[in-house]
């Protein structure tokens, strides 16, 4: 009897098929099944995969570590990538799925790293064909993109910013008519993000359009190298916001472009109207305004503090980093701020606050990305340890910052913090610090061959 | 002509007892199931085969009910379930045959029908003659949940001895493996090899630390070989190990095929990701696959290459 005939009877029901000894047949299955697992190979189809021959990459020792970094703890990612790329190292093998797709997902340009296996790897996957020469043409991309869904054109549009930024802003200019205002402001966005030069006709069209954000507008203008003109601008503008509390009026002298700009202020309330003060202001003058400012409007002055942060302005986002310093409040935007600011405000917070407030400050920095420079790094550990007198890890500092600290110090402190945290007897299986060995230890790994010392 | 049968002792006499009464109540409800037929819903009601696992936990038989549990996962295994259903019941009904006929088998395949119920040898208990001193490279490890429990599934291979063993830990919520293997080392100890005809099994004994080194690899065929050597001994072996000396890779329909040497191939299951790793560890030139093969699939879990040892 055949398998499948065998198979038909046994999901019908044998009683109803007239099988008299229903073990008999799952015995004589048995001996079927049992053979075909000991026969299951067959001749290949000849459609081979072919990577490119390569030699041993002397770091596929970093593997594990690179695979775990990219999963897991992505914050030592981009340091160890401008090490690698620096010394012309490239991905070690096994670790190429990973850090594609981490690349992918965090539109991060590997292919310096990827060598010659890494670039024929990202080819053979269409979720990595960004960062493959011979799949990711602009002329490719800009054929499939009529054909997708409004989420993969955007994917789409990415990717060909960064295959071809001038082919990107001419493929925006040519769909600009007939993709609906939000997938307008995407597109737009994607195309400022990926940085100037902006043509005009992508400044044309942004300006033309009243679903671009004032932000954009005042990005791709600023590129522009007109940056005296959003001074005049705001010399005019700053009069009118403080006679008419955040209300943006006409104001003469103003030409299209201004005007169109002051309109959509207005439309958009004090948050936008923040935002372009602070986008159209040289730093010196914003100074002398922001107190004005302040008193006649706080809706305005509180929408400059949040603006502040999204346009990265190093000089108010200090000052507003010291205000709070001063009055023992928390300032979330450290990482906005310069790291060497960051190292000169908070020793100043170290030297001038109470004991019980000291922490606050370092506390808070912890969460950045950037990597504080060798000396603060060292400072930094060095009056924790003095302060605390380390009494071990049940210490709400360590508690909770541990891992921060393990992210941010610099590599060359690494052995400082090691040395600490062997010192201090420790458990390394203990909860406070399962996460701060990991993260230390792999930094360690992925750092040694180009900055630590064994 | 049947071997001399080993003196047993009163309380095991009671339970294998309790145990036939057990394979007899699962042979009906199995026979009843199939002559029903697989549409019928005692068939597919994962209730019915959980509560019959129940009964031969009572039955003092847990090797048999994790048999009849699994049997009830096929019904979850997705498009083409009725077949693997057909071979899994096949085996179920295979081996209770078996244990009715246990007297007519040598010892040591008696040892193997008896471990598969559930009775248990204790580590001290293995026998002098069957402890192996040797290195032992931990080339493979899968961890997965049995139970309540967590299950560490290591296979070791002695330099020396050649042979592949497999060890078991078992763990409770966060307590650690003991001991806790790591798959890319190495332990230079003794191993003892749990009775019985099939010889897979080993407890660690002694151990220290040694140099790893990838174990050899071979062709699909001798592979398949060995594997069809080791199912003439234990015909419901759950998974063996292969390590396939891979020279190609093919990726048809999303489904990853290894090819070895002679241009043969089979079918292979990997993580995310593995399949890719694989390739771009292929530019090294041939490569070692380290798996397990369950009759049906080959599950990649490491590949060994020029300059490591990745897990996949």
């Known amino acids: ?454 | 002509m049947s071997p001399p049968a080993a003196p047993i002792s009163p309380a095991r006499v009671k339970r294998l007892a309790r145990v036939g009464q057990g394979v007899e109540a699962c042979r009906n409800w199995l026979l009843e199931i199939v002559q029903n037929g697989l549409a019928s819903s005692s068939a597919t009601d994962r209730s019915s085969y959980e509560a019959m696992a129940a009964r031969l936990v009572d039955f003092q038989a847990p090797g048999l009910a994790r048999m009849v549990r699994q049997l009830g996962e096929v019904l979850d295994s997705g498009a083409g379930w009725e077949a693997r259903w057909l071979d899994a019941a096949s085996l179920l009904i295979l081996f209770l045959e078996a244990f009715d006929q246990r007297q007519s088998l040598d010892e040591a395949r008696q040892e193997d029908i008896y471990r598969a119920v559930g009775f248990t040898t204790k580590k001290d208990d293995i026998p002098a003659d069957s402890r192996i001193e040797d290195i032992w490279h931990v080339a493979m490890q899968k961890v997965f949940l049995e139970d309540r429990l967590t299950v560490q599934r290591s296979w070791i291979y002695g330099e020396r001895c050649q042979r592949w063993l497999m060890h078991l830990s078992y763990k409770v919520a966060q307590q650690p493996f003991t001991p806790d293997l790591k798959v890319g080392r190495a332990i230079a100890g003794v191993v003892g090899v749990y009775p019985g005809a099939l010889g897979m099994r080993g407890a660690i004994l002694s151990l220290d630390e040694a140099e790893f080194q990838p174990p050899p690899s071979r062709s699909l065929a001798e592979n398949l070989g060995r594997y069809a050597e080791t199912v003439a001994k234990f015909p419901w072996l759950e998974v063996a190990p292969m390590a396939l000396e891979v020279h190609g890779l093919e990726h048809l329909g999303g489904s990853w095929f290894v090819i070895d040497e002679n241009g043969e191939r089979m079918g292979i299951t990997m993580r995310e990701h593995a399949g890719w790793r694989t390739a771009a560890l292929l530019a090294l030139g041939p490569i070692q696959i380290y798996g397990e093969y369950n009759g049906d699939q080959l599950l990649g879990i490491c590949a060994g290459h020029e300059g490591g040892f990745a897990i996949l």
């Open chain 1, 1 to 454: 009897m055949s398998a499948s005939e065998t198979l038909r009877q046994v999901v019908s029901g044998t009683r109803r098929a007239g099988v008299e000894d229903p073990k008999r047949l799952l015995l004589l299955q048995a001996r079927e099944t049992i053979s075909r697992r000991v026969g299951r190979v067959e001749s290949s189809s000849g459609d081979t995969i072919q990577p490119p021959t390569v030699d041993p990459n002397p770091l596929e020792h970093l593997a594990p570590y690179v695979q775990a970094a990219a999963l897991k703890y992505t914050s030592v990612l981009p340091e160890f990538l401008h090490h690698l790329q620096s010394s012309n190292g490239t991905l070690p093998l096994a670790a190429l799925p990973e850090m594609l797709t981490w690349a992918v997902s965090q539109n991060y340009d590997v292919r310096p790293v990827l060598g010659a296996t890494g670039t024929w790897l990202a080819g053979q996957n269409s979720a990595w064909w960004q960062f493959s020469p011979e799949h990711e043409t602009p002329a490719r991309l800009i054929a499939a993109y009529g054909n997708e869904t409004p989420a993969n054109r955007k994917k789409h549009f990415r990717r060909l910013c960064v295959a071809c930024l001038d082919a990107a802003h001419r493929h925006l200019a040519q769909v600009w008519s007939v993709e609906p205002a939000d997938m307008r402001g995407a597109l737009l966005q994607l195309a400022i993000e990926s940085g100037p030069p902006y043509p005009e006709e992508t400044v044309s069209l942004a300006l033309a359009d009243r679903t671009a954000s004032i932000r954009q507008i005042t990005q791709l203008a600023l590129a522009q190298d007109e940056h005296h003109r959003f001074a005049q601008l705001i010399r005019q503008l700053a009069p009118t916001l403080i006679a008419e509390n955040g209300e943006v009026k006409r104001s003469d002298p103003m030409d299209e472009r201004w005007e169109e700009l002051a309109i959509q202020a207005q439309s958009t309330g004090p948050n936008d109207v923040a935002r372009a003060v602070i986008s159209l202001c040289p730093p010196d003058l914003l100074g002398d305004h922001l107190e004005l400012l302040a008193k006649c409007s706080p809706a305005i002055a509180s929408g400059i503090r949040r603006s502040a942060s999204v346009f990265r302005h190093p000089a108010l986002l200090k000052h507003f980093a010291q205000e709070a310093l001063k009055k023992g409040g928390s300032f979330m935007e450290w990482e906005q701020l310069p790291v060497k600011d960051v190292e000169e405000l908070i020793r100043w917070a170290w030297d001038h606050l109470p004991p019980a407030k000291r922490f606050g400050p370092l506390v808070g920095v912890l969460e950045g990305s950037e990597i504080f420079s060798t000396e603060f790094s060292r400072w930094a550990i060095v009056e924790v340890r003095k302060s605390m007198g380390w009494h071990g890890p049940e210490t709400a500092f360590w508690n909770q910052n541990s891992v921060a600290l393990a992210c941010r110090i610099s590599p060359e402190a690494i052995p400082n913090a090691l040395e600490m945290l062997n010192s201090s007897q420790a458990d390394p299986r203990h909860p406070l610090l399962k996460s701060w060995f990991p993260l230390l230890t792999l930094r360690h790994h992925l750092l040694s061959p180009f900055v630590l010392r064994p």
